[in-house]
C-alpha cells in the first residue's frame, strides 16, 4: 500500500491577467511528494518552476487566477484554504528558501533576532532558551562564530553566509516539506556544493520532503529521488532518478539529457535544444507546446495530449509508444 503524499498537486491550472494578454503559465500539472522525499523539478527558464513552487503553497501574486485543479498538503486544500490556515502552515509545516536570500531576511534586524522571531512564533520554545536555540540553528548550519553572528546585520554578512542564515529560518522549526527554488543559484561552484551538502544532510536528518528547483540537471540527480520535467507550463516526464537518466522517454528529456555534458552542466548553459519556449500568450498554443521544437512531431501531436502512466513514470507525449518500441 503506497502511503499518502505530504503533498498532492492535481491537475493545476494558473493564468496570469496581464495588459497584454493572458499568460497560461501552467496548465493540467499533476505531482506529488511523499513524506521524506527529494523531488527534482526541472526545465528551463520560463517553464513554470517558479510560479509552480508558489501557487502550491497559496502564495501567488494578485495577477494569477488559478483556473483549476488542487493542491493537498497533509490532507488540506491549499487552494481552498482561508489565509489564517495558510499562514499557520507556512514557516512550521512548509518552508521555502530562494535564489535571493536578501528576498527572505530583514534588512534591518540582527540575524539572531529574526531566528528567534520564527521560533516564538512557531515553537513552544520557552522564551528564556529563544537565544541559545537561535544561535544553535546559526551552528547548525556551519555558521562560524554563532554566537557574534547571532547580532549580526543582514548586510553584514557574505552572500553565502547570507544563504546559510535563510536555510537556517526555514529549517527552525522542523518543516515537513522544504520548497527550494534554485537556492544556489549565483553562487560560486564550492558554496553550491556546501550549501547542496548542508540542505541534503539537514532534510535527511529530519526525516524531511524537498522539493529542489533547479536548471542544473546534474544537481537533480545527484539529489533527488524523483525528477519532474517541466516545458512551457506542462510536466512532460516524471520518473525516478536513475530511470529517467537511464532511459529517458520525452523527446524533450531526451534534449536535454542528451545536451547535458557528463559532469556539471547547466541548462542556461545548453544551447543544443532548439527553438525557444512558446508564447504562453497566445491564445491558439497547440496542444504539445514542445510540439514546435520537437524533432519528431506528427499531425498526431496537434491532437489533446495523452496522459500516460507506466508505474512511476508519468509522461504527456504522442511520440510515447514509438519510443517505448526503441528504448
Ligand atoms: N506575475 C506574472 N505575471 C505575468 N506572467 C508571469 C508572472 N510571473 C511569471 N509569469 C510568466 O510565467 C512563466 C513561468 O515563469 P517562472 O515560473 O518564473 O519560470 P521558471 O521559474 O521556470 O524560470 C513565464 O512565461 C513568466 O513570464
Ligand atoms: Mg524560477
Redo the contacts with the bound molecule.
Keep these: 500500500m503506497p502511503t499518502p503524499a505530504l503533498l498532492q498537486v492535481e491537475h493545476l491550472s494558473l493564468q496570469?491577467r496581464?495588459r497584454d494578454g493572458t499568460?497560461r503559465?501552467l496548465e493540467d500539472v499533476s505531482l506529488s511528494i511523499g513524506k521524506g522525499e527529494t523531488v527534482g523539478l526541472v526545465?528551463?527558464?520560463?517553464?513554470?518552476?517558479?510560479?509552480?513552487a508558489y501557487a502550491l503553497l497559496g502564495l501567488s501574486?494578485g495577477?494569477?487566477r488559478v483556473t483549476g485543479g488542487s493542491s493537498r498538503f497533509d490532507g488540506l486544500d491549499l487552494l481552498a484554504a482561508g489565509e489564517p490556515a495558510l499562514q499557520a502552515i507556512r514557516g512550521r509545516e512548509v518552508s521555502m528558501i530562494f535564489q535571493n536570500p536578501k528576498v527572505a531576511l530583514n534588512p534591518i534586524r540582527k540575524v539572531g533576532h529574526q531566528l528567534e522571531d520564527v521560533l516564538a512564533r512557531h515553537t513552544t520554545t520557552p522564551r528564556a532558551q529563544l537565544r541559545d536555540k537561535a544561535i544553535a540553528c546559526l551552528a547548525d548550519m556551519r555558521i562560524p562564530d554563532p554566537a557574534r553572528r547571532y547580532h549580526a546585520y543582514p548586510f553584514e554578512l557574505s552572500g553565502g553566509l547570507c544563504q546559510r542564515v535563510m536555510i537556517a529560518l526555514a529549517l527552525a522549526c522542523g518543516p515537513k516539506l522544504l520548497v527550494a527554488?534554485e537556492p544556489t543559484t549565483g553562487l560560486d561552484v564550492t558554496t553550491q556544493a556546501a550549501i547542496m551538502a548542508l540542505v541534503g544532510e539537514a532534510t535527511r536528518a529530519r526525516g524531511m520532503a524537498m522539493l529542489l528547483?533547479t536548471h542544473d540537471l546534474a544537481l537533480a540527480r545527484e539529489r533527488c529521488d524523483r525528477i519532474v520535467v517541466?516545458h512551457a507550463?506542462h510536466v512532460v516526464e516524471s520518473a525516478p532518478t536513475e530511470d529517467l537518466f537511464r532511459d529517458p522517454r520525452h523527446p524533450y528529456t531526451r534534449q536535454l539529457i542528451g545536451a547535458t555534458p557528463v559532469g556539471r552542466a547547466s541548462l542556461a548553459e545548453l544551447s543544443a535544444i532548439g527553438g525557444s519556449?512558446p508564447d504562453?500568450r497566445r491564445s491558439d498554443l497547440p496542444a504539445c507546446r514542445f510540439a514546435g521544437r520537437c524533432a519528431l512531431r506528427t499531425p498526431d501531436c496537434e491532437q489533446p495530449l495523452p496522459e500516460l502512466r507506466a508505474g512511476p513514470r508519468t509522461l504527456r507525449c504522442h511520440q510515447a509508444s514509438l519510443q517505448e518500441a526503441t528504448a
Design positions: 496570469f496581464t499568460v503559465a526545465g528551463e527558464s520560463g517553464s513554470g518552476k517558479s510560479v509552480l501574486d495577477a494569477a527554488d528547483i517541466m507550463g519556449l504562453l
